[in-house]
């Protein structure tokens, strides 16, 4: 038994590391708010969306794998320049403006549970993300995002220690009675937008491609095909496992916001620390301590992968060296991009900017980015110019398709009701 789960942990990484980053501050307030305003009603959003985040997910994993480079590299080798220049720089602004409000979060938590000004914790939160990134090898670097997910099942038994009507909450994921205008709208689209996000797509394959450099014996699926099966069978474990811990957290933070915050008629809930100070009455302060952890967790998670995302998406735009396996010295601009995008979070925190509203705006424009992005993945996933042998199957290809349109359909609403 205990050969089989060391087997299985061994085949979780990039994946899992993915979806555990999507439940950041950021995403635990739109979960937060879905729970508030509507209760259970907007369970039935995590269960849709499991199934086209595994799908597109799944296609940008492979694509690192099977090409040995990732996704950056690859629309510039097959689209026009521009296109990608485009693509990058507001990838780069959206993730910069997401580091700001996830490092505020955390840094009102740490305010909340120990009473510190928020901007010290800030300025350290920003540092330790950066240290770690700059300074610790890639091996341990990922084992240390691996234990950070468990940070998330704080979610799991916040759940546990509130009253919870599951009959109605089953019922809001199977059979939802709700309005659908403007104000729900808004939320549904927030709670696809925070699921499908174009910086996991960019870091699940980078990841493979840090999986294949830092095995001197492995070499990419195109070039060596009697390893696909493996890799194939562990990507795809390891994204549905990925992709389905994230979205039961997100269903559990909406489940907990429901039971609490909806019960007691606080519907209006803009930030995840709001959310953890208005538990602390109506759950008590074991809930409140549990969920203000989850968020300094969560945050610690995905702060890193939001700034490294966007050095790879930069270093294989204009071919620079590229890689947390890497010394600083052998990639000085891979990590002055890393160090940018956290400086530019912090610097956002102590500027008359209110970071949550500049998140909508950043909502706006990974939403925007993220159809054109899946649109080019899908094309190339097919291409066998691209994938030679390991081009998509005909079931990936549905749920890609169907995660690109429903996003697409995301975007429009969110443009309607704004």
């Not at 009473?115 to 610790?136: A, E, M, W, Y």
């Not at 709208?185 to 925070?194: E, R, S």
């Not at 195109?222 to 992709?243: C, F, N, Q, S, W």
Request: proline share 4%; net charge neutral.
């Amino acid at each position: 038994m205990l050969k089989l789960t060391r087997r299985w942990l061994r085949q979780l990484g990039p994946g899992l590391i993915t979806g555990a980053a999507d439940d950041d501050p950021s995403g635990i307030a739109t979960y937060s708010q879905a729970g508030a305003r509507f209760g259970y009603q907007l369970g039935w959003t995590l269960v849709l969306t499991y199934p086209l985040m595994v799908g597109i997910q799944m296609v940008s994993a492979r694509m690192g794998r099977v090409t040995g480079h990732g996704l950056a590299a690859n629309i510039g080798a097959h689209f026009p320049r521009p296109v990608l220049w485009a693509v990058v720089v507001l990838l780069v602004v959206a993730n910069t403006i997401n580091i700001a409000a996830d490092i505020a979060a955390m840094g009102d938590a740490v305010n909340l549970l120990i009473g510190v000004d928020s901007h010290v914790p800030v300025v350290l939160i920003g540092f330790l993300c950066l240290s770690l990134q700059v300074f610790t090898s890639y091996q341990n670097y990922v084992r240390y995002l691996k234990w950070l997910t468990l940070a998330l099942l704080a979610y799991v038994a916040v759940v546990f220690t509130v009253n919870v009507p599951w009959l109605e909450a089953a019922q809001g994921i199977v059979w939802p009675h709700f309005v659908l205008d403007s104000d729900s709208l808004t939320v549904i689209v927030a709670v696809f937008g925070t699921t499908i996000s174009p910086y996991l797509f960019f870091w699940q394959a980078a990841q493979e491609v840090e999986d294949l450099n830092a095995d001197p014996d492995a070499a990419p699926l195109r070039g060596a095909p009697e390893d696909a099966r493996a890799h194939l069978r562990r990507i795809k474990v390891d994204t549905y496992i990925g992709m389905g811990f994230s979205n039961l957290i997100g269903l559990f933070i909406i489940l907990s916001t429901a039971a609490t915050l909806h019960s007691a008629g606080i519907r209006d809930i803009t930030t995840s620390a709001q959310a953890a100070e208005a538990l602390r009455p109506l759950a008590g302060h074991f809930a409140f301590v549990l969920f203000s952890l989850g968020i300094v967790g969560t945050g610690l998670l995905a702060v890193p992968v939001l700034a490294g995302s966007a050095a790879y998406a930069m270093a294989e735009t204009f071919k620079w060296k590229a890689g947390l396996d890497l010394k600083l010295v052998q990639a000085r601009e891979f990590y002055a991009i890393i160090a940018l995008a956290m400086l530019g979070g912090v610097v956002i925190d102590f500027a008359p900017v209110d970071p949550i509203k500049a998140l909508f705006w950043t909502a706006v424009v990974n939403g925007v980015i993220a159809v054109p992005i899946m649109v080019v993945m899908m094309l190339l996933a097919d291409d066998p110019k691209v994938m030679g042998e390991f081009t998509i199957t005909r079931r990936l290809k549905v749920l890609g398709w169907l995660a690109t349109w429903t996003m697409a359909a995301a975007v429009i609403a969110m443009f309607v009701t704004a």
